[in-house]
T-cell receptor, first 111, second 116 residues
């Protein structure tokens, strides 16, 4: 069935360094790829998304890249700050009502 | 503008009890969803609704029921609680048109449910 694999499961970086989280999806019909950030005790919040007709999207310190041929997409956070510490989820959707989520990456940013 | 509001935030149930998890949104979104989140796992879709009076099963619907009598409210019902239903439950909503839900989902802060 459809699957989204996310790596790594845990990532620890020094403040100011970059962090990269990678996801692979299985359904080639997927055309919408959101990224969510979940802080402790809260629900996931959208931080950036990308659609299949775009290869890269950037919003300040956050960028997402998409390789449809390889069915890979990645989240890049530059100049990390302690408040970036959270769990990040990637997801893929084909446009129906089903969004497949990755298992999450717990990011620690050390001050 | 409160977004998506879930109640209660925490609940402990005994096996076999029933309860309703409440969810309401004030963004006039037509699509609403219920997910469960187990430790170390992503979100699994339980049920979804594309509008008032219309609901459908997601990946893991067994043991749950939903209703959607208004655009704002989408309650989730557990009839006979089982230990396997211990989880964190998230309600979400999104704007959708033309049968497509490729829009960001807005999540509530979750209900943490333990069944003992």
């Amino acid at each position: 069935g459809e699957n989204v694999e996310q790596h790594p499961s845990t990532l620890s970086v020094q403040e100011g360094d970059s962090a990269v989280i990678k996801c692979t999806y299985s359904d080639s019909a997927s055309n919408y790829f959101p990224w969510y950030k979940q802080e402790l005790g809260k629900g996931p919040q959208l931080i950036i998304d990308i659609r299949s007709n775009v290869g890269e999207k950037k919003d300040q310190r956050i960028a997402v890249t998409l390789n449809k041929t390889a069915k890979h997409f990645s989240l890049h956070i530059t100049e990390t700050q302690p408040e970036d510490s959270a769990v990040y989820f990637c997801a893929a959707s084909t446009g129906g009502f089903k969004t497949i989520f990755g298992a999450g990456t717990r990011l620690f940013v050390k001050a | 503008n409160a977004g998506v509001t879930q109640t209660p935030k925490f609940r402990i149930l005994k096996i076999g009890q029933s309860m309703t998890l409440q969810c309401t949104q004030d963004m006039n979104h037509n699509y609403m969803y219920w997910y469960r989140q187990d430790p170390g796992m992503g979100l699994k879709l339980i049920y979804y609704s594309v509008g008032a009076g219309i609901t459908d099963k997601g990946e893991v619907p067994n043991g749950y029921n939903v209703s959607r009598s208004t655009t704002e409210d989408f309650p989730l019902r557990l009839e006979l609680a089982a230990p396997s239903q211990t989880s964190v439950y998230f309600c979400a909503s999104s704007h959708g048109t033309g049968g497509s839900s490729n829009q960001p989902q807005h999540f509530g802060d979750g209900t943490r449910l333990s069944i003992l």
